[in-house]
Every structure is written in C-alpha cells, then in structure tokens.
C-alpha cells in the first residue's frame, strides 16, 4: 500500500500512526505497541488473562504464571491489524515458556508490528523513496514459586522503533532521527488464593527509560501498565473446563489526581473460556475503553490435536469503522 504525503508533514504522521492508534489517554506515551494485546486466547476473552496467565503467554501479560507452567510451550500469533485502516499493517507475537527443574521457568517473547509501506514525496511530488515503518521488542523471562501457591516473574525487554529513514526525516525537519531505542523491565505476580480454583494476578510492564525519535531531545514515557486480574475455574474435570476472568488495565503515565477521569481511562475487561474435553474451546468476553471509545463484545475459538492447539479470536466488534480484526494463533507442548 501507497501512502503519499507531503514531505514536510512526513515526520508527524508517521509518529501519530505509531503512537496514537488504541487510545486518546495513551497517545502521550511512545511505543504504544507495547500495549496492543497479544494472543487469540486472550482476545476471545475479551482480553482478560491476568488471573490466569498459564500458557506462553504469560511472558506478556504476568510473568508470576510462569511458575506454575509445568511443561514447554511454543506460540505463534499473527494478525492483519485493523484492515479496515490499512491493508497492509500487521501484528505479530513469538513466545515460548520452559520449566527448569530445581531452577524455575524462563521464557521470552518477540512482538513485531507494521504499519506497512510508505512511499514519500517532497512538496512538489518527487519521489524521495519507499519504507516500511515498524516496531519490534525482544523480551526474556524468569519465574519462580515463592511457596507452593505464589508465583512471581521478572521480564526485560528491548525496544526498537524504525519510524522513518534518518535521511528523509533530515530532508523533512533538518533533524536528525526517524528511530528510537529504549529497554523496560516487567514484574508479575499470581496467587491461588485458598479458594479452590481462584487465582489472583498482578503486573506491573514497561518500566524503564522514555524513548526519543529525533535529535531535538524530546522525549515520550514508556506506556507503563499496571495490569490486575482475577481467574475462577467453576468447572475442571476432564470433560468440562470452565473458566471466568476479569482484568482491569490502566497505563501510567500521567495521573490527573481525577478518580473519575481515571477510572474513564481504565480498560475493564470480562471473559468466560468453555472447553469440551480437551479437544474443543469457545470463547465470548466484552472489552471497554471509554477513552479510546472501544467498547463492545470480543468472542473465538479453538481446536486441540494432542499438544497442538489453533485458536482464532475476533475483537472487530470494538471498533467504530469497520473492520476484520482476527488474530490466528498455533501452539504446541511438551
């Protein structure tokens, strides 16, 4: 896909299309990718996957999950992100989990997003060359139990953003920039509480130093997230699996002092996950984000062959333009 822009305005958009693609509150934070939710599971769910936390998962939404994970687990996940805005933007997640004996679990995720080709143009229409503008982060995890029912995990990730070539974004401002280089750090924590089938989850992302994307010095936060969740398991037999989740998600990075704006610019998040057998699962959960005015049901499925699951999860129901948001995901154990 082309999309031609006067050189002067080249810089702006190509930041406003990374940073402020989720929500109004968010777009004051850079690498706002951090903070797409990853995974068909989840999003089936309507994201919610805090209190639960028990796949590869886990190495994004709570690392504390980790230390109840209890055999390896490789995932893949790829979208075409919000084709109804660009065809060519996609979303992409590579995670996996391994338990150590007598150590504890490590794990690591790669997340890539594009927002596809742009082919740039000065003011009077001559080409100045074609990009592709992405954003990567590469994570690893460690976990371990505190006692036989606390979890707590620790993740650190790098985070790499290509907005623009340097070249063109000189010839567009006479600055130097166009990417951005930043690391953070991930804690986790879950807890089966004495309940039976109750767990409680808490993470806190994206803890580290704000990211600069031209030489001028100015600089966006980090979108710190403070994630917490809570799982119940009505039903696990080897026939049926029941489970209920909520989460409840805001990002840090200004506090108004203002609870009612806040609690506007919390993401709440509800999911129910049936499982039949271990061979097939539906999915039905609501999301809503008052700020970023995505509100609505998200729902999916999957299928089981042995340790190969294929999930789908769709949240297109979210959005106020239409859109085919389908996030197709493959994992394996053993």
């Known amino acids: 896909m082309k999309r031609l822009m006067?050189?002067?305005?080249?810089?702006?958009?190509?930041?406003?299309?990374?940073?402020?693609?989720l929500s109004g509150f968010a777009s004051e934070a850079g690498a706002i990718f951090l903070t797409i939710y990853p995974g068909a599971r989840p999003n089936g769910m309507g994201t919610a996957f805090v209190g639960l936390a028990d796949d590869a998962l886990a190495t994004y939404y709570n690392q504390g999950g980790m230390a109840f994970i209890n055999s390896t687990n490789f995932y893949l996940m790829h979208a075409n992100w919000l084709p109804g805005l660009y065809d060519d933007m996609y979303y992409d997640i590579i995670s996996f989990v391994?338990?150590?004996?007598?150590?504890?679990?490590?794990?690591?995720?790669?997340?890539?997003?594009?927002t596809g080709e742009t082919e740039a143009t000065d003011s009077e229409g001559n080409p100045l060359g074609r990009f592709r503008t992405f954003?990567?982060?590469?994570?690893?995890?460690?976990?371990?139990?505190?006692?036989?029912?606390?979890?707590?995990?620790?993740?650190?990730?790098?985070?790499?953003?290509?907005?623009?070539?340097?070249?063109?974004?000189?010839?567009?401002?006479?600055?130097?920039?166009?990417?951005?280089?930043?690391?953070?750090?991930?804690?986790?924590?879950?807890?089966?509480?004495?309940?039976?089938?109750l767990n409680l989850g808490a993470s806190l992302q994206n803890i580290g130093p704000s990211i600069s994307y031209a030489e001028s010095?100015?600089?966006?936060?980090?979108?710190?997230?403070?994630?917490?969740?809570?799982?119940?398991?009505?039903?696990?037999?080897?026939?049926?699996?029941?489970?209920?989740?909520?989460?409840?998600?805001?990002?840090?990075?200004?506090?108004?002092?203002n609870f009612r704006e806040e609690n506007e610019d919390t993401w709440k998040s509800i999911g129910m996950e049936y499982t039949y057998y271990n061979l097939l699962t539906g999915?039905?959960?609501?999301?809503?984000?008052?700020?970023?005015?995505?509100?609505?049901?998200?729902?999916?499925?999957?299928?089981?062959?042995?340790?190969?699951?294929?999930?789908?999860?769709?949240?297109?129901?979210?959005?106020?333009?239409?859109?085919?948001?389908?996030?197709?995901?493959?994992?394996?154990?053993?």
């Open 283 to 334: 999915r039905i959960g609501y999301f809503r984000d008052s700020a970023g005015s995505r509100i609505g049901l998200t729902y999916g499925g999957g299928i089981e062959l042995k340790n190969l699951k294929f999930d789908i999860g769709v949240d297109d129901k979210l959005y106020e333009f239409p859109t085919a948001n389908y996030r197709f995901s493959l994992s394996y154990s053993f």
């Open 135 to 197: 954003d990567v982060s590469f994570a690893l995890s460690y976990a371990t139990k505190m006692s036989p029912v606390l979890g707590l995990g620790v993740g650190a990730k790098f985070i790499y953003s290509f907005l623009a070539p340097p070249e063109i974004v000189w010839k567009a401002i006479g600055l130097r920039g166009g990417t951005g280089m930043s690391w953070a750090v991930d804690v986790g924590a879950l807890y089966h509480t004495p309940i039976k089938g």
């Open 217 to 257: 010095g100015n600089e966006d936060p980090l979108p710190r997230t403070l994630r917490l969740g809570i799982a119940y398991k009505l039903f696990n037999s080897e026939m049926n699996k029941l489970n209920f989740l909520v989460d409840l998600t805001k990002i840090i990075v200004n506090w108004s002092g």
């Open 98 to 114: 391994n338990p150590v004996e007598g150590w504890g679990t490590i794990g690591g995720n790669v997340i890539y997003l594009t």
């Open 6 to 21: 006067k050189i002067g305005a080249l810089f702006l958009v190509v930041i406003t299309l990374s940073s402020v693609q």
